[in-house]
């Protein structure tokens, strides 16, 4: 199990950006699998994006492809989520989640889980 910890989320008008950074514990960082989550109020939690062990491929939701970016730095234990474009219905509280060694886009194949981020974008 991996020790998670969000930062960077805040207020933002729309059509701005936001960058999320989570960093990591541990020693076997780049053995899993990163996953960006969200959930707006009165919604489920929902799959934005994640990234493979190496970085080398990258899953986006459609509702945020093209607008977000997902990297991540081994040597510092960190993965972030760069969020261009914002829009209202981008608010939501975000997490990141460690999987698996091959990546999955479902919420039940990330065991470890951060304590969320509040992003809010307003009008």
């Known amino acids: 199990q991996v020790q998670l910890v969000e930062s960077g989320g805040g207020l933002v008008q729309a059509g701005g950006s936001l960058r999320l950074s989570c960093a990591a514990s541990?020693?076997?960082?780049?053995?899993?699998?990163m996953g960006w989550f969200r959930q707006a109020p009165g919604k489920e939690r929902e799959f934005v994006g994640a990234i493979s062990r190496s970085g080398g491929s990258i899953y986006y939701a459609d509702s945020v492809k093209g607008r977000f970016t997902i990297s991540r730095d081994n040597a510092e234990n960190t993965v972030y989520l760069q969020m261009n474009s914002l829009k209202l219905d981008d608010t939501a509280v975000y997490y990141c989640?460690?999987?698996?060694?091959?990546?999955?886009?479902?919420?039940?194949?990330?065991?470890?889980w951060g304590q969320g981020t509040q992003v809010t974008v307003s009008s």
């Open positions: 541990g020693r076997t960082f780049s053995t899993y699998c």
């Open positions: 989640a460690a999987g698996r060694s091959l990546c999955t886009i479902a919420r039940k194949d990330f065991g470890s």
